[in-house]
């Protein structure tokens, strides 16, 4: 077999929200404030962009499910030709022109917005980016290494939970400008990345999703199918205080 990509996925309510407000994206596919405890594991050719995606809709703003599946279906439609760092920039100033547009035409949608952290998979390196605290790691043998940054505070002593994001696209009343984190990172057979919003990130450690991550690892032509099962299944147990949004990515040989 070529050298391909598998993504394993999927989005969940929780247990506590009453809807889904998550959107995801791999590749031309899109997940979008829906709800599935079933990882769907898909496989893409390494060579052509690909990018993988989680969009996190604000709470406590209106339209959350709203901006983040414009964004989630903004990047797939631009996913092929975002081919290096300042096409994933351009393409994040598009997405959030283009959620203040929709908010301005409707006045229930007044600053919706949403998070975004995903990356951009082509021949030899990844195209790493965010907007907020959704988070991208790269999964090592020694654990995870977070690639992205956090727009947010740093937690107050004793919560593992952060209290605002600083930086999102759409959000506000007026349209802002937004600095996004892309960086490039180099890309080889074996290399494993977790994208996933806080959902599962703030009730869950680090520590213990690079644990489950060891324990659950499978077959290469299989995904990650259960591993993505087993991190979902370690936020429920923690609470489910969020939407959870995951997805594993595996480059294979």
Known sequence: ???????????????????????LTVGPWTLCATVTTNPQTLLFPLGVPCVVAVADGLGGHPGGEVASALVARELAAVGPVMDGEEAVRDALQSC??????????DPGLA????????????????????????????????????????DSP??????????????????SFGLTFVEPHVRSAPLAAGDRFLVCSDGLTDP??????????ARHRTD??????????????????AGGPDNITLALVRIGA
């Open 111 to 150: 600053a919706m917005g949403t998070t975004v952290a995903g990356l951009v998979l082509l021949a030899d390196h990844a195209v790493v980016f965010n907007v907020g605290d959704s988070r991208v790691y790269r999964v090592t043998d020694d654990g995870l290494r977070r690639v992205s940054v956090d």
């Open 220 to 237: 290469v032509e299989r995904g990650d199918g259960r591993a993505a099962f087993e991190l979902w299944k370690a936020a429920i147990e």
């Open 154 to 171: 740093p937690p107050s002593p004793g919560r593992r939970t952060t209290a605002m994001v600083t930086q999102s696209l759409g959000g």
């Open 1 to 23: 077999m070529a050298a391909y990509i598998a993504v394993s996925a999927l989005s969940h309510e929780g247990l506590v929200r009453e809807r889904n407000e998550d959107s």
């Open 204 to 213: 869950v450690p680090e520590q213990e999703l690079a644990e489950l991550l």
């Open 96 to 105: 959030n022109r283009a959620v203040f547009a929709a908010a301005a035409g």
